[in-house]
């Protein structure tokens, strides 16, 4: 006897490219399972990154989610709709800015 296959939930979009997912899985898991193993580099070298320990703790999966910087894809549920964006870390992040008066 086999499990049943989990159902599909929705579509969110990676770089402007559609990306389906099942229930209950992250935005790391659904860019896996559409094929895409990279989705930032690092900051000196450009190397890609994607998944790496999957359980939220090395911060190698960071991705922009629904313009929001720096989201663990790894931790981070799939929702329909949702647009993802690869990282780049050499972008500056933008700092809240203080009112000196
Ligand atoms: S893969 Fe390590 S934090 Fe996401």
Redesign the pocket.
């Known amino acids: 006897m086999t499990a049943p296959e989990p159902v599909r939930a929705g579509e969110l979009t990676f770089d402007g490219r559609p990306v389906p997912f099942r229930e209950g899985q992250t935005v ?1 898991a659904a860019l896996t399972g559409a094929g895409i193993s990279s989705w930032r580099t690092t900051r000196g070298a450009r190397e890609p990154r994607g ?11 960071i991705v922009t989610v629904d313009g929001l910087r720096s989201r ?4 981070t549920p799939a929702h329909d709709g949702q647009i993802v964006q690869s990282d780049d870390p050499a972008a500056p992040l933008p700092l809240p800015r203080r009112s000196d008066g």
């Open positions: 790391g998944l790496f320990c999957g359980i939220g703790v090395c911060y190698d999966c663990r894809a790894c931790v």
